[in-house]
């Protein structure tokens, strides 16, 4: 070949472009494979695999969001708009509604439905209409246009508007598929949940404003009984769900557990007190300290003797000297117990429908603060049994909850 051609690299003899020798600067073009795998530029390692996970999981609970409110929106443009138009444009209301600003999408919805009509793909009737193909932007735009029409059912515009803007930068990210950070996800969370209650969905439970009810765990969580987090550690529990948020404003506080740490170091007397004159009875079940159960919990945990006890007995003063400061004691009441601990306990208005509970059972070498933590609501959910076809099981929360008045019942008080 002349000078300017391409040089091959010379083959074995006798057996011509079978080398394996590749020259000094030359490109590998192919590579050894394993078995099944399709090569290490295109390998997903576990550091991969956790963020692709992550990222699905943060856009599956966008979507139950976004779809939430893409829902009542519906309804509720539909519900105003429709009485005005489908009088004189019958079935063509929307695209009236729509008017020539809106011409071009809504005629582009218009052909979607009639493709979907076409290869069957819409499997519910009732969403055989027009604006149950419009986008969020798009209700949103035949909202404004129509302010008026809405205007007695809402307090402000501006709200509305903010909120639906939050939420488009969501949107875009989901429908995109692109990596939705935690700090989005949240906010679009937050935005959701205020325009669902400024659009008038209702139903929540009193709770909510303790534990507010997740769209995950409204759709879903009756795979879970009701529990409704769990948490590694009660680090991770407090960094979400800090002693204020789960104790303030409460009704009823039921505590049984070792020391009680969670309430008695993480709320303060002064709190606790306010709490118990707004109304709120209390009533703290600790393992006592001078039973044989507190020292085999410090041989199990390998702490000096009576280590355990004294903080024990720590904590019942202190929640004495607060019982000391009550107008009526007899609505804060302490008792002592003297079984084997199986588990700490704090159910908060658990004698309504509404009640949170945060639990956690005893390890052999974990102490409290290690323990993976349970948080269960009362009375918003019902398991469907696997053995018996449409029969319900209760959830966790009763379960505890009657742990605690057999052992109420068995305690000591303290003087």
């Keep these: 070949m002349g000078s300017g051609g391409l040089e091959l690299p010379p083959g074995d003899e006798g057996h011509e472009g079978n080398s394996t020798e590749v020259p000094p600067g030359a490109v590998s073009l192919a590579r050894p494979m394993d078995a099944g795998a399709i090569g290490p530029e295109l390998d997903w390692d576990a550091d991969a695999w956790l963020e692709v996970r992550t990222r699905a999981q943060r856009a599956g609970r966008a979507y139950i969001w976004l779809n939430l409110v893409e829902q009542r929106l519906r309804a509720v443009v539909a519900a105003v708009l429709r009485p005005i138009y489908e009088p004189v ?51 949103r735009e035949l909202m404004v246009q129509h302010w008026p029409c809405f205007e007695p059912y809402f307090d402000e515009r501006r709200d509305v508007e903010l909120a639906l803007d939050e939420l488009e930068v969501t949107r875009n990210v989901v429908s995109r598929n692109r990596a939705l950070s935690e700090a989005v996800l949240n906010q679009a969370e937050r935005a959701s949940a205020r325009l669902l209650e400024m659009l008038g969905s209702g139903g929540d439970v009193p709770s909510a404003r303790r534990l507010p009810v997740d769209a995950v765990e409204d759709l879903v969580g009756d795979r879970y009984a009701d529990v409704v987090a769990v948490h ?177 019942a068995d305690s000591r008080p303290v003087s």
């Design 232 to 408: 590694s550690d009660r680090v991770r529990l407090m960094r979400q769900f800090p002693a204020e948020d789960l104790f303030g404003g409460a009704r009823r506080l039921d505590a049984i557990g070792i020391g009680l740490n969670l309430l008695v170091q993480n709320f303060s007397g002064r709190r606790l007190v306010r709490l118990a004159e707004s109304g709120c009875r209390v009533r703290l079940l600790f393992l006592n300290p001078a039973s044989s159960a507190v020292k085999r919990r410090e041989r199990e945990l390998g702490m000096k003797r009576g280590e355990l006890s004294r903080s024990v007995e720590m904590n019942i003063l202190h929640m004495r000297r607060v019982r000391s400061r009550l107008r009526d004691p007899g609505a804060f009441e302490i008792q002592v117990y003297d079984e084997t601990p199986r588990f700490t306990a704090y159910l908060v208005d658990g004698d309504g429908t509404d009640g949170i509970a945060v639990v956690q059972s005893y390890l052999r070498g974990a102490r409290g603060m290690e323990s993976p933590v349970l948080v269960l609501r009362n009375g918003s959910r019902l398991v469907k049994s696997g053995d018996v076809p449409g029969a319900d099981e209760g959830g966790l929360f009763p379960t505890y909850r009657e742990e605690f008045e057999f052992t109420w």
């Design 89 to 139: 444009h019958g079935d063509d209301w929307v695209v009236a509604a729509a008017g020539p600003a809106g011409q071009e999408w809504v005629q582009r919805a218009v052909a979607v439905r009639e493709v979907s009509r076409r290869k069957g793909y819409l499997l519910d009737p009732a969403d055989d209409n027009v604006i149950s193909f419009l986008t969020l932007p798009q209700l």
